[in-house]
């Protein structure tokens, strides 16, 4: 245990597991962003073919895994976890759409962190030896969050400059013990965080100072500095909370030149009127589970610090005046 714990908050993997094969789904507006190309499958059809936005939700959901599951060349039965979570009621879209895969299973929730805390736990239960293979898996719908989180559809509410808006988007992550890479070489379990936000519609403020202590707690625990790293991608601060992050490091005499966000990336801020950038579980899956890694295959980016970052919200505690607490799970992925 000496060997791999870091630190107060993180752990390095002596065995790194591979990223063995990982695949992203999104809908017609995320197709429409800059990322096109990065995507594995792009619907025009948000409903995706089915009668609902929560089973439109499910089905982009079951596509991610299989597609991932054919480039790891892993069969889903040979699957041995997979650790998954979503943003509708206890984790819904989920368990009903993965029931019919028959896998052990780990349902978990991190809001938009949900996939660097599922992909956290996947490498450290193969680091482990508890398993030889585990997929990690999100997603999450504009529709089905709106509905959650917000208002109607049909209400046609005025959003704030501070909003973001949540990705129609799902990413999956095979590892596996050994394999080609890149690996996951480090894990950095964040604190909640709640410096007493309470609008729901300025998530980014509230997540900053998560994704200030978790990097901080990385950097201090593994000891180096920003530029030992070729990219520092948080998700999903977006712009205002991208800016918010930049200025509680530079109150550290830190400047994080390589910083970029999930949340500020997948979409063109000024055509597609987004307003403060992307959030949901989905936006930071599919931006990782396409662009970055395809570049880090490609060998143009060589160590990359993933760090998803969740707002710990619910309409209940939005509507009792709750302040809104936040995480921020790390994880150190490199090519070798």
């Given at each position: ?8 908050q ?32 792009i ?18 959901q ?16 040979d ?22 895969f ?10 938009c ?12 239960l ?19 969050a ?52 309470k ?33 520092i991608?948080t ?6 909370g ?22 500020a ?69 490199e090519?070798?």
């Amino acid at each position: 245990m000496e060997l791999k714990r870091l630190g107060s908050q993180t752990v390095r993997l002596i065995c790194p597991p591979a990223i063995e094969g990982y695949a992203s789904v999104v809908g017609k507006k995320e197709g429409e962003g800059p990322l096109r190309a990065s995507f594995d499958y792009i619907n025009e059809d948000t409903t995706f073919g089915e009668s609902s936005w929560e089973k439109a939700e499910m089905h982009m959901q079951k596509d991610a895994l299989i597609r991932a599951s054919a480039k790891a060349k892993i069969p889903l039965d040979d699957i041995q976890y997979i650790l998954a979570g979503d943003l509708v009621n206890q984790c819904i879209i989920t368990s009903f759409g993965l029931r019919d895969f028959g896998r052990p299973f780990f349902g978990i929730y991190g809001a938009c962190s949900t996939m660097a805390q599922g992909l956290s736990l996947a490498a450290m239960l193969i680091d482990g030896g508890f398993a030889e293979n585990a997929a990690a898996l999100t997603s999450s719908h504009f529709c089905s969050a709106e509905r959650q989180f917000r208002l109607p559809l049909e209400y046609g509410g005025q959003r704030p400059p501070t909003a973001q808006w949540t990705a129609t988007a799902s990413g999956c992550v095979i590892l596996r013990a050994e394999g080609e890479g890149p690996y996951v070489t480090h894990v950095t379990t964040g604190r909640i965080v709640d410096m007493g936000v309470k609008d729901a519609n300025n998530m980014g403020a509230a997540m900053a100072p998560a994704a200030h202590d978790t990097i901080k707690a990385f950097l201090s625990d593994t000891g180096t500095k920003p530029s030992d790293y070729d990219m520092i991608v948080t998700g999903d601060l977006g712009f205002v909370g991208r800016d918010l992050l930049h200025e509680l490091f530079a109150r550290d005499g830190v400047k994080l030149s390589n910083l970029e966000d999930c949340g500020a990336l997948i979409y063109d801020r000024e055509s597609q009127d987004v307003h403060a950038g992307a959030s949901g579980c989905g936006c930071s899956a599919a931006v990782l589970c396409g662009h970055l890694l395809n570049n880090m295959r490609a060998g143009r980016i060589k160590k990359l610090v993933f760090a998803g970052t969740g707002a710990l919200l619910s309409p209940v505690s939005t509507q009792q005046s709750e302040s809104i607490p936040s995480i921020c799970h790390a994880v150190c992925i490199e090519c070798r």
